[in-house]
């Protein structure tokens, strides 16, 4: 029952007031729903009514939360008697698991009164290590999105859940001929285990997993290179030269923080020793990713030419025997050739070759096999034999295969658990069409969207902050996905109605998730067992980075590699190629209702609100087209117009064009946002689809990025961002301090000193920063930063507190970019705050650049006198269309600013009283070193960003200010800022040049 | 005849009469009283129509603001890094136009330069509602309107806000609401054996009545002309370094802060005679426009307009000096963001912006080098318009486009005014003309006591009929 009807079920003996309210029996509404279907909506949700249930949830969650953690809450009652250890207003965190395009983070949930209100990483989580994606963390609006499903529909009209449970028990489903499963790719070992048993009881059904990024090419490389498919897990942290053929591990092609925390564990030079341990990264690439933007090295080539190149070096490191490279050319790519199999020779077992998912199967094989002949297999590469599971296929041609049969009328039944197929299938496959043939179609969902249009039953999806599950790692880390509030509007999770439809015993999906790990342990400690690993979020005992030992077992299989090479067809050329790449702010699709991520910019492209045909300079030249001219994609009779913008350092003759943009049915925020590439995206050439035809429609798009394009993309000779190779930097550390625009300053007057109690002070390591905007989307739930629209956007005044800067450096076709993430400054000698006529800016005893908004009369000119231009300002009330749900994701910690008054990064000063006031709780004046953790920095994967007292030598934050590449921007105005920067060191071939 | 044989005719060249016509001190007064008397001449119908039409715009001015004040400044244009756009530009404009009047007032006066005596009165009007519309803007520039008398030091016991003086928008508050005061009480002295003349012309009970009022019992006895002269010499006095000193404050917001483009030590003289240079503009134009529909030709004189033009010249000449100092300096100064700064301003963008406000600030005025040209009316005329627009670019180029494009090319940003940016200046515009229109129909444009006073003078020097030999 959903919460909405929990709580307008009146209690007490029934008396009516007026004839209304008699009327407002289930008999009478059920007639109305006959005589007029239209209006249904309007008598159940009419803004009054929805008003009282979300005043009325805020005030009652507080139970639901607290009892989250240990048992199932059917019932909410209001606390009319004190709970143990719970203090109202107090943030508790509760722990849980997110998966997403098959791969699992474990992470932490705050709930403020039972509302949670931001997703943080789980620290016990191997493969979060406290640090959460910006993907990861969006999921929390996802949960308070106002658009999402909340009725069971049949067909476009409105029904319910025992509707629909009688409705999965009349299904007469036989051995399962006709019965089909279609899911994203599941992570759950107990949904495995109840898949499996449905499959048992369905002896001819099957399970179909599909979604738009899928990892399964990197097992069907093993199934070449091995005989068997594999589990793959990268090491980078021991890997000292990495060539990364089209992967974008830093980025799109891994959804947990587990690659940045080790790529950059070996960036962050810090000592004497960390100057030799330095890593070293070749990207090849055909989009300009974070991979590349990492890279010391970046050639940029088109995606389908990666095969040859992946051939060609695998020729050269002599793992191809027979094989040889024709390397005598001078052109870049060769160069880069000979460079990278002399490092990765040279490197030997620290080196690693990885490649992407959205490279074919025998790129993998050859990766595999470049690994295994420098001896990297195993150190900074380990497989294992994966499990495969009878009749349950995965991937694009799996869901080709599905797609046959329901056109061919084979499938009677066809059960969509979450995803958005109908959106997201490629366009050859025609999937709408295949399942309006299907007689019985159920689409469980978060929103009703484009499958549920398509689909006969559509059911509203719980989500996992919602609902019971589990999910575990290809290592097999395992974490239950605890839920910490109830069903807002009434879903289910895959689980519960997979156990609907198969008649299983167990319906409620805490039972089913508690049973199943629960009978594996003793049973004298499932209880205790059971607490523990709620507490911490993972279950004990499997904690592992490390595969198992089956990978010995696997053995490298050379002539069928050889013999995969030789029957791969030469690559087709001619025409534009398309690629096809996940948006790092929408994903798929299902983040396009979610206005943290549609307006968090892409990394690279700085792009909001949509997506681009994305083109590189020259071809853009070639062909005629400018930034904002609308262009037509061809190829067959698949057409796409969609608006062009020009991407420094992008392969020629290609365009990119990310996916999960142009939903159609979608909720308000994402609405028509974008370009759907699905449109033209075809089974057979899935991420790389060359022969395209491009031509100029006439019409003009307005893009809207966060920064200006042209001349601005460049920092113009100013040394705002600075790096050094490391050679120079051994040669002369002083090199980074060289680039001051001028001689230390001094002040005619007696400055302020700063040396008493906390003084607060930042430092961010640009060398260990990739880009992720981790910490932007961070910082905007901790600080509720209002979304403000494209519009806006446009205008200029997008309000994130922390912004992610991008400069290109070099020549338009071959730049390379740098990414930079910029707070307040917190500056002593702070210019803003001379200048404001009411002091509602001011400086703290502690160094921070306290900003009152209750005293801001809103004259800007603190913004305008700001060198870093990091002050925003309210220009409208940037909340007043906030729906009412949206109210329960702002951290009640930080106001909600009004219009009219400026506001900035605070150093999250809740965060600093929060633990003073901890501090003094506990009897002790002193706040400990590392106690406070700033939104950014915490979940930073790249621990890039500390903060801390700099007025305590012994800091963390101390010790990396006395660094020689330790610097301040803008040093010359003399402001002094608190936060500083540490250059970044690249690690370039010198055989490469620079 | 006879008369002029006796002057010396180059002496008549350099310094011509200032009152033609050979009046009378009884047709001086009727000349100008009975513009404004109603009883007496006819209210022109084209009159109402002007002030219809102008009052129209202030509604819209009205419309515009209580829009903006309900919805918040993202009516407008601005953004981050634009901070302040139009509404910072159109202040800095209107207090520069509001110049000139304590110019004339004041220091011409002490300069005993008798030419000033026609044109002060309605200069000196000029300026206070300048400052009037001026003050609109930094009033509703506020994000939260209702809360901007924080800036002033009066109590608030609501949040306690004590005023940072270190902020040169405090310093604003002070400068600007000190001149709006000296210069209304020094229009309003000047006014008072005026206002006695209408009172004593009166016919109405009305008229008597608010006359008698504010003419404060003048009985024109020579004890009150010692005391006026005495009052009006000291007010003189202190509006003189006020004259200075508003721009220079102003001129101080920009000055004292860390922007490139802003922060430059020449703006307080290089803003005081841009704002005599646009103020003398501004008096031009409502001068020559009040010349032809009054047919005030005897009184405001080819001398009077001649003089003027020389002081635009001279101004405007100055400016263009300040121009180039900017870029010499930039350049010297070796810093790379100020010398960005003025390639920008100069080539960036905004290249347009910038060469308006070279072309008319700078290379139009010198055409006033020829006395030809610059005793045209039509070329004056002209000119007065083009130098405003030159000097509203001025501003708009110095606070916007500087802000366009400052430390960090990442926050870098384009700024585009919406409608009511346009509408709430074309606005301001209809509230300034507004309030001359009614300032013209209500009290005397020019000055009685003090033209009878050069009157006095030139009857010895230029008797008969000299006047109409010159012109």
């Known amino acids: 029952m959903s919460l909405i009807n929990i709580i307008q079920k009146p209690n007490g003996p029934k008396y009516w007031r007026s004839l209304d309210q008699l009327a407002n029996t289930p008999q009478f509404r059920e007639w109305i729903k006959r005589e007029f279907p239209e209006s249904v909506t309007e008598l159940e949700m009419d803004g009054s009514s929805r008003r009282t249930v979300l005043k009325l949830m805020a005030a009652s969650f507080g139970l639901a939360g607290l009892t989250a953690c240990s048992r199932p809450v059917e019932h909410i ?50 493969f979060s290590q406290g640090a959460a994606t910006a993907l990861a963390q969006a999921a929390l609006l996802n949960l308070y999105d106002p658009d999402r499903s909340a009725k069971v529909l049949q067909g476009t009209a409105e029904s319910s859940w025992e509707k629909f449970e009688a409705y999965a028990k009349s299904l007469s489903l036989g051995d399962g001929s006709g019965l089909r499963f279609l899911s994203e790719s599941v992570t759950s070992p107990s949904l495995k285990a109840l898949r499996a048993d449905t499959l048992k009881k369905f002896p001819k059904a099957k399970w179909v997993e599909y979604e738009s990024f899928q990892r399964t090419n990197g097992p069907l490389g093993g199934e070449i290179a091995f005989g068997s498919p594999v589990s793959i897990q990268t090491n980078f942290d021991k890997a000292k030269v990495i060539l990364a053929l089209d992967s974008d591990f830093l980025g799109l092609d891994w959804t947990t923080p587990l690659p940045t925390k080790q790529f950059s564990s070996r960036r962050r030079v810090q000592s004497e020793e960390d100057l030799e341990n330095i890593n070293r990264l070749y990207s090849v690439e055909s989009q300009f990713s974070i991979t590349g933007v990492n890279a010391d090295h970046r050639l940029r080539l088109a995606g389908s030419e990666m095969k040859q190149f992946a051939i060609d070096v695998a020729a050269a490191l002599g793992a191809l025997p027979g094989l040889n490279v024709l390397n005598n050319g001078n052109d870049r790519r060769s160069k880069f050739l000979a460079a990278v199999v002399k490092d990765l020779k040279s490197a030997g077992k620290e080196g690693l070759v990885i490649t992407s998912p959205r490279q074919p199967p025998i790129v993998h094989a050859l990766a595999f096999l470049m690994n295994q002949t420098i001896g990297s297999l195993g150190n900074t590469i380990t497989i294992s034999k994966a499990t495969s599971e009878d009749r349950v296929e995965s991937g694009v041609d799996a869901l080709k295969a599905l797609a046959g049969q329901m056109n061919s009328g084979q499938v009677s039944t066809l059960v969509v658990l979450g995803g958005n197929p109908a959106y997201s299938a490629p366009a050859d496959l025609q999937f709408p069409p295949a399942m309006a043939k299907v007689a019985n179609s159920i689409h469980l969902g978060p929103d009703v969207n484009e499958t549920a249009a398509a689909a006969k039953w559509h059911v509203p999806e719980a989500h996992f902050l919602e609902s019971w599950g589990d999910a575990a790692t290809g290592t097999g880390v395992a974490s239950i996905q605890q839920p910490v509030i109830e069903p807002i509007f009434g879903g289910r999770s895959a689980l519960e109605v997979l156990a609907l439809v198969s008649g299983s015993k167990d319906t409620k999906g805490h039972d089913i998730v508690k049973n199943y790990w629960t009978s594996q342990w003793p049973a004298a400690e499932r209880e205790k067992t059971w607490r523990k690993v709620l507490n911490d979020g993972v279950i004990p005992g499997r904690t592992s980075l490390s595969l198992s030992k089956d990978e010995v077992k696997l053995k490298l299989d050379l002539p069928r590699i050889q013999a995969a090479v030789a029957a ?72 796409l117009e969609a608006a062009v913008l020009t991407q420094p350092g992008q392969a020629d003759n290609t365009v990119v064009i990310s996916l999960g943009y142009g939903r159609v049915r979608c909720g308000r925020v994402g609405k028509d946002a974008g370009f759907n590439a699905n449109l033209i995206r075809t089974s057979d050439a899935f991420w790389y689809a060359p022969g395209f035809e491009i031509s100029k429609t006439g019409g003009k798009y307005e893009h809207a990025t966060t920064h200006e394009r042209g001349l601005a993309e460049h920092m113009n000779g100013r040394p705002i961002y600075r790096e050094a190779i490391i050679e120079d930097y051994k040669k002369n550390p002083k090199v980074i301090e060289e680039m001051n625009e001028v001689p230390p300053l001094h002040s005619v007057y007696s400055e302020r000193v700063y040396d008493k109690g906390y003084q607060w002070g930042m430092a961010i390591d640009l060398g260990a920063c990739t880009g992720c905007n981790a910490c932007v989307i961070a910082c905007q739930a901790e600080n509720n930063t209002p979304i403000v629209g494209k519009n806006q956007v ?25 990414e930079q993430p910029v707070p307040c400054m917190q500056c002593e000698n702070a210019p803003c705050e001379n200048v404001c006529p009411v002091q509602a800016t001011s400086h703290s005893d502690e160094g921070l650049n306290d900003m009152v908004y209750n005293r801001c009369v809103g004259t800007r000119y603190c913004a305008n006198n ?36 400026m506001e900035k990064c605070t150093y999250c000063v809740q965060r600093i009283e929060e633990t003073r ?40 934050v101390s010790k990396l200010k006395k660094q020689e590449r330790n610097y301040a921007m803008l040093a010359e105005l003399d402001i002094k800022p608190r936060t500083t920067y540490l250059a970044r060191l690249r690690n370039p071939n010198p055989e490469l040049g620079v | 005849m006879s008369a002029i044989v006796q002057q010396d005719p180059a002496l008549l060249e350099t310094n011509p009469p200032l009152v033609l016509g050979n009046p009378s001190y009884h047709d001086l007064s009727e000349r100008i009283s009975t513009i404004i008397e109603p009883e007496i001449g006819q209210t022109p119908m084209k009159y109402w129509i002007t002030l219809g039409v102008t009052a129209s715009i202030t509604g819209l001015l009205g419309a515009m603001l209580t829009y903006l004040a309900v919805t918040g400044i993202g009516v407008w244009g601005n953004n981050r890094p634009v901070g302040w756009a139009w509404d910072i530009t159109n202040f800095v404009f209107w207090i520069g136009i509001g110049h000139a009047g304590t110019l004339i007032s004041a220091i011409l006066f002490l300069f005993r330069q008798k030419w000033r005596t026609s044109i002060n009165r309605s200069a000196e009007a000029m300026t206070l509602f300048a400052v009037m519309c001026a003050g609109i803007f930094p009033l509703f520039h506020t994000g939260r309107p209702w809360r901007a008398y924080w800036l002033f030091p009066v109590p608030n016991t609501d949040h306690n806000v004590w005023q940072n003086f270190r902020s040169p928008l405090v310093w604003d508050v002070f400068a600007v609401s000190t001149y709006f005061t000296v210069s209304l009480l020094f229009w309003f002295t000047g006014l008072v054996p005026d206002l ?11 008229r008597q009545w608010v006359f008698g009022f504010f003419s404060l019992g003048w009985r024109g006895s020579a004890r009150h002309w010692r005391n006026y002269e005495a009052a009006y010499l000291i007010l003189a006095g202190i509006s003189t370094p006020l004259v200075l000193s508003v721009h220079s404050v102003v001129s101080f917001d920009f000055a004292t802060s860390v922007i490139p483009g802003w922060h430059t030590t020449i703006f307080p003289p290089y803003f005081v005679a841009g704002a005599i240079f646009s103020g003398f503009a501004c008096v031009m134009t409502l001068l020559l426009i009040a010349r032809w529909t009054l047919n005030l030709q005897d009184l405001i004189t080819m001398k009077h307009l001649e003089n003027m033009n020389k002081i635009i010249l001279v ?65 004056m005329f002209i000119i007065s318009i083009t ?35 346009m509408c709430t200046f074309l606005g301001t515009i209809g509230l300034f003309l507004t309030l001359f229109l009614v300032f013209a129909r209500f009290l005397p444009l020019i000055a009685i006591s003090e033209v009878k006073g050069v009157r006095a003078t030139e009857k010895h020097v230029f008797p008969a009929e000299a006047g109409e030999m010159v012109a």
């Open chain 1, 866 to 901: 700001c060198p870093f231009k990091v002050r925003h300002f309210n220009f409208l009330n940037f909340h007043k269309e906030d729906p009412q749900i949206m109210a329960m994701v702002f951290n009640p910690d930080v106001t909600v600013r009004m219009r009219g008054v």
């Open chain 2, 315 to 379: 101004t405007g000449s100055i400016v263009g000096y300040a121009y180039c100092t900017e870029f010499f300096i930039a350049w010297y100064s070796g810093n790379i963001y100020e010398r960005f700064t003025f390639l920008n301003r100069a080539f960036g963008p905004y290249w347009w912006a910038a060469w308006s406000m070279y072309t008319c600030n700078v290379f139009i005025p010198q055409l006033y080098w020829f006395k030809k040209l610059r005793t045209n009316l039509w070329v």
């Open chain 2, 196 to 206: 006695a003349t209408l009172r004593d012309r009166a016919v109405t009970k009305i």
């Open chain 1, 77 to 126: 009652f209001p606390i009319s008697k004190g709970v143990e250890d719970y203090v109202p207003g107090k943030a508790y965190f509760y722990t849980t698991v997110m998966s997403l395009a098959g791969q699992v983070a474990g992470l932490l949930v705050e709930t403020h009164d039972g509302r949670p209100t931001k997703i943080e990483g789980n620290p016990d989580h191997p």
């Open chain 1, 568 to 639: 791969e067809p030469k690559a087709a050329g001619g025409g534009i190629e398309v690629g096809f790449v996940p948006s790092a702010s929408v994903w798929d699709g299902r983040y396009a209702n979610n206005g943290w991520m549609q307006e968090a910019p892409d990394p690279i492209t700085k792009l909001v609100w949509g997506n681009a045909a994305l083109i590189s300079s020259a071809t853009a030249k070639a062909k005629g087209l400018e930034d904002g001219d609308m262009i037509a994609l061809r190829r067959g009779g698949m057409k």
């Open chain 1, 917 to 956: 006031i901890k501090a003094r709780a506990e009897g002790r004046r002193e706040i400990k070193e590392g106690e406070i953790l700033t939104a950014c920095q915490q979940t930073c994967p790249a621990d890039a960003i500390v903060f801390g007292n700099v007025n305590d030598p012994q800091s963390k």
């Open chain 1, 794 to 818: 446009i205008r200029g005044r997008e309000m994130h507190w922390i912004r992610m800067d991008r400069y290109y450096v070099g020549s338009e076709d071959e730049p390379r970019a740098v």
């Open chain 2, 387 to 421: 130098t405003n627009i030159g000097m509203w670019f001025e501003r708009f180029v110095i606070i916007a486009t500087s802000l366009t494009r400052d430390f960090l090319p990442s926050s870098w940003w384009f700024f585009h005014p919406t409608w009511v940016d």
